[in-house]
Nanobody, 126 residues
Framework: VQLQASGGGLVQAGGSLRLSCAAS????????MGWFRQAPGKEREFVAA????????YNADSVKGRFTISRDNAKNTVYLQMNSLKPEDTAVYYC????????????????????WGQGTQVTVSS
């Protein structure tokens, strides 16, 4: 499956952005989808994930209550709605797809994801 992320940009602290990740090349609903991010000089970290049906989601503690992941299987797209953005959210955001069923801590492990998009830059100014 090929993934194309979009929607990043420059926003002031407290603002909002919505990222999108369009998938192609395979049946989208077969994949658990996740968002990760990587700030300069830091390791890639998990942000959020959504199950194949969209019925279950899992968020990193750092974004709970601010970010919401969702998917539209009819449009082959996963979204990340980001509200109340903080300067520390500045990073390149990557969408990822996992072929196998994920549960528990595996949601947040980058090793469980098989395909990655190219990333989209999010910059939050203070």
């Amino acid at each position: 499956v090929q993934l194309q992320a979009s929607g990043g940009g420059l926003v002031q602290a407290g603002g909002s952005l919505r990222l999108s990740c369009a998938a192609s090349g395979d049946t989208f609903s077969r994949y658990t989808m996740g968002w990760f991010r990587q700030a300069p000089g830091k390791e890639r970290e998990f942000v959020a994930a959504v199950s194949r049906s969209g019925g279950s989601t899992y968020n990193a503690d750092s974004v709970k209550g601010r970010f919401t992941i969702s998917r539209d299987n009819a449009k082959n797209t996963v979204y990340l709605q980001m509200n109340s953005l903080k300067p520390e959210d500045t990073a390149v955001y990557y969408c990822a797809a996992a072929r196998k069923f994920l549960a528990g801590s595996s949601w947040s492990s980058s090793r469980e994801y098989d395909y990655w998009g190219q990333g989209t830059q999010v910059t939050v100014s203070s």
